[in-house]
């Protein structure tokens, strides 16, 4: 008999929540010594092979359809290139590791309050260096959408592998694009949110790929996964699954 295959995140935040999440449910994570590696069950749970992962790979494995389920973060769905597309579908928000991908800029830039604001910054800052604003992110695809609604194409992503959120700070941007839960770091580096400058509001969710390879077994045992978080799954959904 086939398995279920579930990814959650493998550590951090998120995985300490769902982990909370999953025990509520009466599903603690077993982690026992027979199981290998980064491979874990759900307790007195048949069916189903949980993957410990990171949320991003996650996101990807879902897309590629090496998931059935995924446990993830919205911010890193929509990061995909093609966004959510047809082969990912969101079947629980789950309301916890809750926080917004947002546009910060320098305390600094006190006349600069909005989207429409930063285009005419852009413009100028272009016009008097022949460069273009330089925004440290880790959500290229998120930036470049969101930029693209308002118009505003002078500038360049400088990716981020650390800190974000230190980048203007440090010299290495003008601006950021960033996650943030409080915005209290964001105030610790001298940076303010635009005023619409939130780009997505993000939260833990439960996805099922439509892309991976599904069963019967397996579409019975996403139902009963489902009826037993308290998030049943819809029929149509379940059919949608097996029909790709």
């Known amino acids: 008999m086939a398995d279920l295959l579930l990814g959650i995140p493998s550590k951090g935040r998120m995985h300490e929540e769902a982990a909370k999440w999953l025990a509520a449910a009466g599903m603690p994570l077993d982690r026992g010594a ?17 993957h410990l992962l990171s949320a991003g790979e996650i996101a990807g494995a879902l897309d590629d359809g090496k ?34 991908v947002v546009v910060a800029v320098p305390e600094a830039w006190i006349d600069v309050d909005s989207m429409s604001d930063l285009v005419d910054v852009a413009a100028c800052f272009h016009a008097k260096t022949r460069s273009r604003l330089r925004v440290a992110t880790k959500f290229r695809h998120l930036t470049r959408r969101f930029f693209a609604g308002y118009g505003l194409f002078d500038y360049r992503i400088v990716p981020s592998l650390g800190a974000t959120e230190g980048a203007p700070g440090a010299g290495a941007a003008e601006l950021i694009v960033d996650i943030t839960e409080t915005g209290s770091t964001l105030a610790a ?34 139902s009963s996964l489902m009826r037993r978080l308290g998030h049943p799954a819809e029929d149509n959904l379940l059919q949608e699954l097996l029909q790709k």
């Open 67 to 100: 998931l059935h389920v995924g446990l993830t973060g919205f911010d890193l769905l929509h990061e995909r290139a093609g966004g959510l597309g047809d082969r990912m579908r969101v079947i629980a928000c789950l309301g916890f590791s809750r926080a917004r």
């Open 189 to 222: 580096n001298q940076l303010r949110i635009l005023d619409d400058g939130v780009i997505l509001e993000s939260e833990a969710v439960l996805v099922a790929s439509s892309a991976a390879m599904w069963n019967s077994q397996e579409a019975e045992t996403l």
């Open 34 to 50: 027979k199981m290998r590696g980064y491979v874990a069950r759900l307790h007195g749970t048949p069916g189903i092979e949980v």
